[in-house]
């Protein structure tokens, strides 16, 4: 499965929108990118997933470059409870048991 | 609330104390997971059974000891930890190994070995 590479921290002002990026240069072409967050102590919670397309639901939005080696996730209008670690996966069409979580980046929304 | 039930949620065990945790979900799902993840470390994938049938073993010691009695239930036995295996065990669910669908994580047992 293909790497990723993301920042391991980052700030947000609540109400504002946050826009996590992730690197992901080596993804091939039946690679999906995961999206997953862990609030502290919980376990993690599925937020979205795509393969080419962007994406949307009640949570985020997924958006993802043309060719692939880079996508974003945006929450909308951030609040204090979005403060989480959020994980970028690239897994390959095959289950979820292929989820390789790395370091993530510790999202931070502050009043 | 995911669906995905953990007990317990806390337990704290001497090296040559033999317990269980135990993993419940009522989703309707054929695979189930045990992650592993230590302080300041990336979550590890430990176990993976579907339909009941272990089907990866990433290197696991076999003094983690799992079982599947039926597709709603996961068990990971302990017997004679070190202090090393001291971390939050998480166990997942998802509708089907083999298809393209999102897990649902448990809250997590937190282990402390003594």
């Known amino acids: 499965d293909a790497k990723t590479t993301q920042p391991p921290s980052m700030d947000c002002a609540e109400g504002r929108a946050a826009n996590l990026p992730c690197n992901h240069s080596t993804i091939s072409g039946n690679e999906y990118v995961y999206w997953y967050r862990q609030i502290h102590s919980q376990g993690p919670q599925y937020i979205i997933h795509?393969?080419?397309n962007n994406e949307t639901n009640e949570m985020a939005s997924l958006i993802i470059t043309e060719d692939r080696k880079s996508s974003t996730l945006i929450l909308p209008h951030a609040t204090l409870r979005d403060t989480a670690v959020y994980y970028c996966i690239v897994t390959r069409w095959g289950g979820s048991e292929k989820l390789v979580f790395g370091k993530g980046t510790k999202l931070t929304v502050n009043p | 609330e995911t669906g995905v039930t953990q007990t317990p949620r806390h337990l704290v065990m001497g090296m040559t104390n033999k317990k269980s945790l135990k993993c419940e979900q009522h989703?309707?799902?054929?695979?189930m997971y045990w992650y592993k993840q230590s302080a300041k470390k990336p979550l590890e994938l430990m176990f993976v059974y579907s339909l009941e049938e272990r089907v990866e073993n990433n290197s696991v010691p076999s003094r983690f000891s799992p079982e599947c009695p039926n597709s709603s239930h996961l068990f990971l036995h302990l017997h004679t930890l070190q202090p090393e295996d001291s971390a939050l065990y998480l166990c997942a669910s998802s509708q089907d190994r083999g298809r393209n669908t999102e897990a649902f994580f448990g809250q997590g047992t937190r282990l402390t070995v003594v």
């Open positions: 989703l309707g799902h054929n695979a």
């Open positions: 795509g393969l080419k």
